[in-house]
């Protein structure tokens, strides 16, 4: 769906960022790149969480077979 993107080169991006901070100013442009900085720590975060918890689960699954 999405193909197209591979396919822009530099000059483009610089026109769509141009469009973008045109239409919607450049503080909005800001916030929105700050929110998905933020929501990118925090799938990060809740990622490293889980990967811990199966680790937990999976030592403790091994310690009772072993027992």
Not at 2 to 10: Q, S, T, V
Not at 55 to 66: L, P, R
């Amino acid at each position: 769906m999405f193909n197209f993107i591979k396919n822009l080169g530099p000059t483009e991006w610089i026109i769509i960022g141009v469009i973008l901070v045109v239409f919607f100013g450049s503080k909005r442009i800001a916030n929105l790149g700050k929110s998905a900085g933020e929501a990118t720590r925090e799938v990060k975060k809740i990622k490293k969480e889980f990967t811990e918890a199966s680790a937990d689960v999976k030592s403790e699954i091994d310690t009772t077979k072993n027992e």
